[in-house]
């Protein structure tokens, strides 16, 4: 079964996500989607941006708010898989 990764930046007062099936790789690609998305607002320092990643392979659906992730259906929520800083 292939697994589902969402990696989530929260920044500020908003964030910037990717998906993918290799944390590495979402992780990499959330963070370089955070300095396009937020590159006016924040200064970022190369190396600088810590990614949040959950496993969404068993979750139909999500939403986010400041409070966590959470599965879009049951309201339950997502624990954080792993974090990877230094992105």
Partial sequence: M????C??????GGSSWAWGEDI??????????ARKDWRHFFNIP?????????????????????SGVFNDKT??????HEVIKGQ
Avoid: Q, R
């Avoid at 590495?24 to 963070?31: F, L, P, R, S, V």
């Avoid at 810590?50 to 708010?65: I, K, N, R």
């Avoid at 309201?75 to 954080?80: A, G, P, S």
């Fill in 24 to 33: 590495k790789e979402t992780a990499k690609a959330a963070a370089k989607k």
């Fill in 75 to 80: 309201d339950e929520l997502i624990k954080v």
């Fill in 2 to 5: 292939k697994k589902n990764y």
């Fill in 7 to 12: 990696g989530i930046v929260f920044l500020g």
């Fill in 46 to 66: 190369e190396n600088g941006i810590t990614v949040s990643v959950f496993d969404m392979t068993d979750h139909d659906g999500w939403y986010a708010d400041c």
